[in-house]
């Protein structure tokens, strides 16, 4: 089936640093969402995108749509320590079904 | 405002025991109802996925069944548990296509 290939898979960083993870697919996506998931919690939503170029801030968190409507990056500037967990991508297909793809997760460590 | 439900949070089922997860929607109508498992630290499987009463479709053969009763229950069930089905089931839902998800907060469970 279609896959959302997410990286880094894990990231251990300090306090103050900037992170940045990307999902990439060969397939075409209308939507991208980006997610993080908290230990022993569901994942929540953070940023949404709908066109192509499209670039979303919510607070710390930027995250681009890319042109070619097959990657979508999102970037934590000045990462603090709740910023741990792990960060999901999922898209909706181009002319798919009623469900999402998810990429395996980035999971994230902040040392403070 | 829309909210979902998710009970219960943790539980501990020996092997060959049945399984009953509930999960219910508020403030909206005619949802898609999704179920997903993740094992420990890892990415999101899809076990089932409902766009209406009665109709589920099965992402993924195995131990567990799926059922809508209602427009807004979804309800994950197993006749006898084994042990490979300890994980955490996730209870989701959407609006419809190019929308994404609204997490539940996750049932815990163990089979021992």
């Known amino acids: 089936g279609q896959q959302l290939n997410q990286s880094p898979q894990s990231m251990f960083i300090q306090e103050g640093e900037d992170v940045s993870m990307n999902c990439t697919s060969s397939?075409?996506?209308?939507?991208w969402l980006w997610y993080k998931q908290e230990p022993g919690e569901g994942p929540v939503l953070l940023i949404a995108l709908y066109k192509a170029g499209e670039l979303t801030s919510n607070g710390r968190l930027t995250a681009q749509f890319g042109i070619t409507r097959k990657d979508s990056f999102l970037n934590i500037s000045a990462s603090i320590p709740s910023d741990v967990g792990i960060y999901f991508c999922?898209?909706?297909?181009?002319?798919?079904?009623?469900?999402?793809?998810f990429g395996k997760g980035t999971k994230l460590t902040v040392n403070p | 405002s829309q909210t979902i439900h998710q009970w219960p949070a943790t539980l501990v089922q020996p092997v060959g025991s049945p399984l009953s997860l509930e999960c219910t929607v508020e403030g909206t109508s005619n949802p898609n109802l999704y179920w997903y498992r993740q094992a420990a630290g890892r990415g999101l499987q899809l076990l089932f996925y409902s766009v209406g009463i009665g109709q589920i479709s099965s992402e993924v053969p195995q131990n567990l069944s799926a059922s809508r009763p209602q427009d807004r229950q979804f309800i994950l069930s197993s006749k006898k548990l084994l042990l490979s089905d300890s994980g955490f089931y996730l209870c989701a839902w959407s609006p419809g296509r190019d929308y994404g998800y609204t997490f539940g907060s996750g049932t815990r469970l163990t089979v021992v």
């Open positions: 397939s075409i996506f209308n939507t």
């Open positions: 999922a898209g909706q297909l181009q002319g798919g079904s009623e469900k999402l793809v």
